[in-house]
């Protein structure tokens, strides 16, 4: 690999003077400078990024953390980043924690080590921050947040999304609903449970104890969880609904409904949130909370690329607003359908 000292030797300069034409840092006059262009064609000359990043201290790379790659909602989240990113010069390293807070602060390590120019997380434990409380990167947070940290957040109205769920079960004449939520103590999941019961008992429903459970936010955690809710009761004794607090987790029980031959959505309605693509093709299409996710990764690519221009600015919180997909999973109650 050809070195800026054999560009210097070829071109019969010096090595600072090739590094002048290439940085254009400094003039240079247009007979050296056509001979140092001559010589990086010839040898095939690659500038070495890093050392570029070493003299300018930008490095052009974004990291990003998420903390699930096989959930399809981070992967397309990922996308719109990196769309953004790319669009502005950036390139995206991706990272995968596992929800693993060991593994999470491993990478943020790797990333800072990398000069990354700035972060996005889609999870933050308070053992990621340095002893007063922030991150020595600018950052920008996706989805989950300490309340009392004070940095840029973007986020879906989780609240609303559990509303819009359980008003549309409300006018589906479903009475006995159930709810698989996220893992206990997830400030997202919790609100939008919380939106879900305040909603359905405004509406003269009501989400009993022993129908609200606890799952992984995977098809195996909704599949689990939706025997527990269809198995493992009298068949008078089912709910005739379930709210899944994300898409995989309603695949799940839409995979545990049909083991059990019970008929979606004549004799059970299934929502779920985010919208995946998958959504759509699942058996029968999911009714789900559409989170936009194009709108939540150009919104925090931008708030970065916005915070890295100015580290000064004021923190920032936006929240966007899902809507409701409706699709085959859900219908009113089919009488007619012998459980």
């Known amino acids: 690999m050809s070195t800026i000292k054999d560009v210097a030797r070829l071109a019969g300069v010096s090595y600072t003077t090739v590094s002048h034409v290439l940085n254009q840092t400094r003039p240079v ?3 050296a400078k056509e001979r140092v262009l001559a010589a990086v064609k010839e040898l095939d000359y690659v500038p070495s990024a890093l050392a570029r990043s070493l003299r300018s201290k930008v490095t052009g790379s974004i990291g990003l953390i998420i903390p699930n790659n096989t959930n399809p909602y981070f992967s397309e989240l990922a996308r719109g980043i990196e769309d953004h990113c790319y669009g502005a010069g950036y390139s995206v390293i991706l990272c995968n924690s ?18 990354c120019d700035g972060l996005i997380l889609a999870t933050l434990n308070q053992s990621d921050l340095n002893p007063a409380g922030k991150l020595d990167i600018p950052t920008v947070l996706l989805d989950r947040a300490p309340r009392e940290l004070d940095i840029d957040l973007v986020s879906t109205d989780n609240a609303l999304g559990g509303s819009l769920a359980a008003r549309h079960l409300l006018d589906l004449k479903r009475r006995h609903v159930a709810c698989i939520a996220g893992p206990e103590g997830l400030d997202l999941s919790d609100e939008r449970v919380q939106g879900f019961r305040q909603t359905l ?3 003269g429903g009501k989400l009993a104890p022993s129908d609200l459970l606890h799952a992984d936010f995977s098809g195996i955690g909704g599949y689990q969880a939706a025997m527990r809710l269809l198995q493992e009761r009298p068949t008078d004794a089912r709910p005739d609904a379930i709210f899944c607090c994300n898409d995989m987790m309603a695949i799940g029980v839409l995979r545990a409904a049909g083991e059990l031959q019970i008929e979606v959505p004549g004799q059970l309605s299934v929502v779920g949130f985010d919208d995946i693509e998958l959504a759509q093709f699942v058996h029968p ?3 789900t909370v559409a989170q936009n996710t194009r709108r939540l ?3 925090t690519a931008q708030f970065l690329l916005e915070r890295i221009a100015d580290p000064d600015l004021p923190a920032r919180r936006e929240t966007v607003a899902p809507q409701l997909q409706l699709r085959g999973s859900t219908a009113p109650f089919d009488n007619k359908i012998k459980k």
């Not at 596992?98 to 000069?115: E, F, G, N, S």
């Open 29 to 31: 006059s247009p007979e």
């Open 297 to 299: 990764g150009n919104l």
């Open 285 to 287: 299409p999911l009714t």
């Open 98 to 115: 596992d929800d693993d807070p060991a593994k999470q602060r491993d990478y943020l390590l790797v990333l800072q080590t990398k000069r």
């Open 201 to 203: 008992e405004e509406g």
